[in-house]
């Protein structure tokens, strides 16, 4: 009898370890400042998703911002910004007091991981026509001070430039960054992506001679620039 009276106290401390290490993990937020999925109740992950995907109005998305504000994840924050600007909704005093700072406070701690989310905050912004200079200089920090470029296709980067484009955004060091790496990764146009990038360049009124010898013919040697 004593033997089981132990082994029921040892199995309850078990229990109480576990749970306190369970409560931990779910409390648990990244470094860099954004959450991921694994960092809430997975039901509550799932609850936002079913929310968000609900949301047809500027104020149903700040509505979720409010309930679920501590949980969202930066693609959560990413969607509904993106939701906002590609359906052309309101935007109301919710969105200007709450959602745009939260998407900028979230802008503002994005890494190499998140570049999904980077592409749909700028591609929310440019559909909206968002003329907000910090959100702007945010996204200038991230592309070019912090080399978030570097991890995006040639077809993202040149789709990037036309949304900055739609804006009048983009600086000349910015601009030049997606030039030249055009012209180092030219073997790897197609021509969809050769046209989305010769349009980009030319609503910005930018762009090398180099460069568009290298759009109307990506096999083009370039000697000098190999050297």
């Known amino acids: 009898m004593n ?3 132990r082994r029921g106290f040892a199995l309850m401390r078990y229990q109480r370890q576990l749970s306190s290490l ?5 409390r648990a937020v990244h470094a860099r400042g954004y959450n991921d999925y694994q960092d809430s109740w997975s039901h509550t ?9 609900g949301s047809k109005t500027t104020d149903a998305f700040a509505f979720v911002f409010t309930k679920y504000g501590k949980h969202l994840t930066d693609f959560q924050i990413a969607y509904a910004f993106w939701m906002i600007g590609k359906n ?4 109301s005093p919710d969105f200007w007091n709450l959602i745009l700072p939260t998407v900028k406070t979230q802008l503002a701690k994005l890494d190499r991981n998140c570049t999904k989310s980077l592409i749909h905050f700028i591609e929310g912004a440019s559909a909206m026509s968002l003329q907000d200079n910090e959100f702007w200089e945010l996204v200038e920090q991230k592309l070019h001070d912090e080399g978030l470029h570097r991890y995006f296709d040639l077809k993202q980067l040149v789709e990037i430039l036309n949304y900055l484009a739609n804006v009048g955004r983009g600086s000349d060091e910015m601009l030049e960054v997606i030039e030249k790496t055009i012209i180092k990764h030219r073997k790897a146009l197609t021509p969809q992506i050769v046209e989305i990038a010769r349009q980009g360049f030319l609503r910005v009124n ?4 180099i460069l568009f010898r290298v759009l109307d013919d990506p096999a083009v040697e370039l000697p000098a620039l190999e050297a």
């Open 3 to 5: 033997n089981i009276y």
């Open 22 to 26: 369970v409560s931990f993990q779910a």
């Open 45 to 53: 992950f799932h609850e936002i998703n079913f929310a968000l995907g």
């Open 88 to 91: 052309q909704l309101e935007r």
């Open 206 to 209: 930018k762009g090398s001679e």
